[in-house]
């Protein structure tokens, strides 16, 4: 298990798979067999604080009600120049538990599960879409446009589908509606998504002149 997890383990799996006391908790990590992650897991002392790693400490330590968003669920999908810290999720508004400094939990009423899914190596991870509207409330226009791009020509998402996504949820926040909208405006009425920064910098987003339509 802890193999799978990238070398952590929540102490609340120690305890209810494999019947762990406090007494056994604290044996080993007296004899350095693990090292505190955060106060609800445990990392295995012969491996190292990784990036996968703080993935799976962030949710675990969130009891899995959570999942991978943003910066960080594009670098898992292969987007380029997508950064390592913070690690990024977006949990339920109800959880208020502090989390470690490498990581920035987005507290949201917007939790669906059709928004997320569980990858091979058990990590919870937005889908694409879910994934460019959280890129939109990060990232700076220009940035988000790159980005967009990019998961556009790794086919992870369409135009078409962003534009539908967002006219659906919308009003579920508005945080990133903007941005999106405005990659939009160019990316819809074009045939193929750009191939490089310098293409989108010689070729950019037209300004909006008004509602589309379809955004309706």
């Given amino acids: 298990m802890i193999g799978r997890q990238h070398g952590v383990i929540a102490r609340k799996q120690l305890r209810e798979q494999f019947g762990w006391s406090d007494s056994r908790f604290c044996r ?7 090292v505190g992650v955060t106060p609800s897991v445990l990392r295995l002392a012969s491996t190292s604080d990784t990036f996968p790693m703080r993935k799976m400490v962030l949710q675990l330590h969130l009891d899995e009600q959570c999942f991978l968003n943003s910066t960080t669920a594009a670098r898992l999908y292969g987007l380029r120049s997508m950064p390592t810290s913070p690690v990024r999720a977006t949990v339920p508004e109800a959880i208020r538990r502090a989390c470690p400094s490498w990581a920035e939990p987005a507290r949201s009423s917007w939790f669906d599960a059709a928004d997320f899914t569980r990858r091979d190596d058990g990590l919870i991870v937005a889908t694409p879409l879910r994934m460019l509207f959280g890129l939109a409330a990060t990232l700076q226009p220009f940035r988000f446009a790159r980005a967009a791009e990019d998961a ?9 589908q962003a534009a539908d996504y967002l006219q659906r949820h919308r009003c579920r926040g508005k945080n990133g509606v903007t941005t999106m909208e405005r990659w939009l405006d160019g990316a819809l009425a074009q045939n193929s998504p750009a191939q ?4 989108q910098w010689v070729h950019p987003v037209a300004p909006r002149s008004g509602p589309r339509s379809s955004m309706r």
């Fill in 28 to 34: 080993a990590t007296r004899r350095g067999t693990f």
């Fill in 152 to 160: 556009w020509n790794l086919q992870l998402i369409t135009p078409e």
């Fill in 196 to 199: 490089s920064g310098l293409e």
